[in-house]
C-alpha cells in the first residue's frame, strides 16, 4: 500500500467520523431554519416585494424539502447505517431518489429562476413590468416544479426499490445491466450538466451581466449628476439599487461557493464511466456532499445580516414566545 493511499484513506475516515456529528447537527439545525424563513417571508413584513418574497419563500420551502429527503433520509441513514438496517427491508429507495432529485433541482433552479428576475429587474426596464411580477413567479416556479419531476422519473427504473446505504457512488441499488452501460453513464451525465452545471454557468453569466450594468449606469449618473461633493453617496436611486442587488449576490454567491465541489466531483465521476478516468479520491466527493447540504441551511443567515426589517421580524419572533414564558411564570 502506497504511502498516499494511507494518506487519503486516513482522511476519508478522518470525514467519516465528522459526518456522524455534523449530518445530524446539520438536520436539527436546517429544519427549523428554514420553517422560520418560510413564516417571516410569507408574513410579507420584510419590505421586499410580491414576487421577491414568492422566489425566496420556494428557495426556503425547497432547500427545506432537500433537508428532508437527503440530508435526514439518506445522509444520516448512510453515516449510521448499523442503526438503519431495517431500510433494506424497505422497497421505496428508486421512489425515494425520484423525489430527493427532483427537490434538489427546484432548490437549484429556483435559485437560477431568482437571479435571472433581479437581473430583469435591474437591467431590463422595458421588460421589468410584465415580467416581474407575482403571477409571473408562480407561474415560473410551477413550472420549473413540474419539468424538475418529470426529469427525474427515470431514476425508478434505473434503480431498483432497495436501500444500498453508501454513497458509492449511488445511495440505491443498481439494475447491474444498467450500471455500466454506455446509456446510464449518459444519463447521469447529462443529469449532473442540468443540475447543477447549466445553473453555475447561468448564474455566473447573470450576475456579470448585472454588475457591468450597474457600473455604467452609475458612471452614466455621476455625469449627468456632475462633480458635486458628496452628492453621489447620498444618491437615494443608486443606494436603492445596492440594496436591491446585495441579496441576489450573496445568495448567488453562497451557491456557487458550496455547489462547486460537488458539481466538479459529480461530472469527473460519469466521465469516468465514459471511459475518460480522472483521479479523484473519495474523500473530495464526501466534502462535495457535506458542502452542498450546508447551502441549504445557510439562507436565513443571508438574509438576517443583509435585510434590517427581516432581523427584526426574526427577533420579534424570538421575543414573544420568551414574553409569554415570562407572564406565566409569573
Not at 465528522?18 to 436539527?28: D, E, G, K, V
Not at 459529480?266 to 450546508?294: A, C, H, N, W
Request: aromatic letters at 14%; one cysteine or more.
Amino acid at each position: 500500500m502506497s504511502l498516499s493511499f494511507m494518506i487519503k484513506l486516513q482522511i476519508l475516515w478522518a470525514l467519516n467520523d465528522i459526518q456522524t456529528i455534523y449530518y445530524p447537527i446539520l438536520a436539527a439545525f436546517g429544519v427549523p431554519v428554514n420553517v422560520v424563513t418560510i413564516v417571516i417571508l410569507s408574513r410579507g413584513k420584510c419590505g421586499l416585494s410580491k414576487c421577491v418574497t414568492r422566489y425566496l419563500v420556494a428557495m426556503a420551502a425547497a432547500d427545506l424539502l432537500v433537508v428532508i429527503f437527503d440530508l435526514i433520509s439518506r445522509q444520516v441513514p448512510i453515516v449510521y447505517w448499523e442503526k438503519f438496517r431495517f431500510l433494506w427491508y424497505v422497497g421505496l429507495c428508486n421512489i425515494h431518489a425520484v423525489l430527493l432529485y427532483a427537490v434538489t433541482d427546484c432548490s437549484v433552479w429556483f435559485t437560477v429562476t431568482f437571479t435571472f428576475d433581479r437581473f430583469v429587474a435591474i437591467c431590463c426596464q422595458k421588460l421589468k413590468t410584465k415580467y416581474c411580477t407575482d403571477k409571473t413567479a408562480a407561474v415560473i416556479l410551477g413550472t420549473v416544479t413540474v419539468l424538475s419531476g418529470l426529469k427525474n422519473i427515470f431514476w425508478y427504473f434505473l434503480y431498483k426499490n432497495e436501500y444500498w446505504l453508501s454513497n458509492s457512488p449511488w445511495f440505491c441499488s443498481v439494475h447491474p445491466e444498467v450500471s455500466r452501460s454506455l446509456a446510464w453513464a449518459v444519463v447521469e451525465l447529462m443529469h449532473y450538466i442540468f443540475t447543477p452545471f447549466i445553473p453555475f454557468l447561468l448564474i455566473l453569466l447573470f450576475n456579470v451581466l448585472t454588475v457591468r450594468h450597474i457600473l455604467v449606469a452609475s458612471r452614466a449618473r455621476r455625469r449627468i449628476r456632475g462633480p458635486r461633493s458628496g452628492e453621489s453617496s447620498s444618491d437615494p436611486e443608486m443606494e436603492n439599487r445596492r440594496k436591491s442587488i446585495v441579496v441576489l449576490f450573496v445568495i448567488s454567491g453562497n451557491f456557487i461557493l458550496l455547489w462547486v465541489v460537488f458539481m466538479v466531483c459529480s461530472i469527473l465521476k460519469r466521465l469516468d464511466y465514459l471511459g475518460y478516468p480522472v483521479p479523484l479520491p473519495t474523500f473530495v466527493r464526501e466534502i462535495g456532499f457535506m458542502l452542498q447540504l450546508l447551502s441549504c441551511c445557510t439562507n436565513t443567515f443571508i438574509y438576517a445580516v443583509t435585510q434590517r426589517k427581516f432581523r427584526e421580524e426574526l427577533s420579534n419572533g424570538v421575543k414573544y414566545p420568551l414574553a409569554m414564558m415570562v407572564k406565566l411564570i409569573r
